[in-house]
């Protein structure tokens, strides 16, 4: 049963530490998308790729957010320093760009004190 | 992009089917519609979309207007794990399968 992995599931820092969030999108996928969920933003797209390209990043603060995927099997979503205020879930899908379904994984819970 | 509105909380008997509604007055010609929904503690999970034809799969059945304006979104039998929120959501490709979440609507299921 093929899935979206993401890791860490819990991650807990000081603000001021770097973050790094891994996802694995399901196998043979070429798009991969990072939301954040938080209760007063909802879900919120930060950045998606296809092919393993940045096509829009325009929901990321440039400031301290940077997502990359080094491979196929393989997205990061770094923060540094971190903020309180990055608080939140953060998930990861993929999928197929000719197709309409995106798959997400089970999510990072960030708290950031 | 464009928006859709929906009731931000709705309440079911079990065994009993459940009619979501969903407005999208300014759905562009290439938009489809898109129901997500969240489980407690889960990731968003795909339930069904739909571009003009009324659509069924095995969770559920999703009914589009005729001028595409609004959408149902049907849980035939609704059960304690349909408990979740419901996202309807406006995505192209040519956006790049893009999906903007809203507020959902919020299903309570009773037993």
């Known amino acids: 049963d093929a899935r979206v992995t993401q890791t860490p599931r819990h991650k807990v820092t000081e603000m001021g530490q770097e973050v790094t969030m891994r996802c694995q999108p399901i196998?043979?996928?070429?798009?991969v998308f990072w939301y954040r969920q938080t209760m007063m933003q909802g879900l919120e797209l930060l950045a998606y790729f296809r092919n393993r390209a940045p096509l829009d990043d325009s929901g990321m603060p440039k400031d301290r957010f940077s997502a990359e995927m080094p491979d196929a099997t393989l997205a990061t979503l770094k923060i540094q320093p971190s903020e309180p205020r990055d608080s939140a879930v953060y998930f990861c899908?993929?999928?197929?760009?000719?197709?309409?379904?995106?798959?997400f994984g089970p999510g990072t819970r960030l708290t950031v004190l | 992009d464009a928006k859709t509105t929906q009731p931000n909380s709705m309440e079911s008997n079990e065994e009993e089917p459940v009619h979501l509604p969903c407005n999208h007055s300014t759905i562009s010609g290439t938009d489809y519609i898109h129901w997500y929904r969240q489980l407690p503690s889960q990731g968003p999970e795909y339930v069904i979309h739909?571009?003009?034809s009324n659509v069924n799969n095995r969770m559920a059945s999703l009914a589009i207007a005729e001028d595409r304006k609004s959408s149902t979104l049907i849980l035939h039998r609704a059960t304690l794990r349909d408990a979740a929120v419901y996202y309807c959501?406006?995505?192209?490709?040519?956006?790049?399968?893009?999906?903007?979440f809203g507020g959902g609507t919020r299903v309570l299921v009773k037993p």
């Open positions: 899908a993929s999928g197929f760009s000719q197709d309409n379904e995106q798959f």
């Open positions: 959501i406006l995505s192209s490709q040519a956006a790049g399968n893009k999906l903007t």
């Open positions: 196998l043979g996928h070429n798009t």
């Open positions: 739909g571009l003009t």
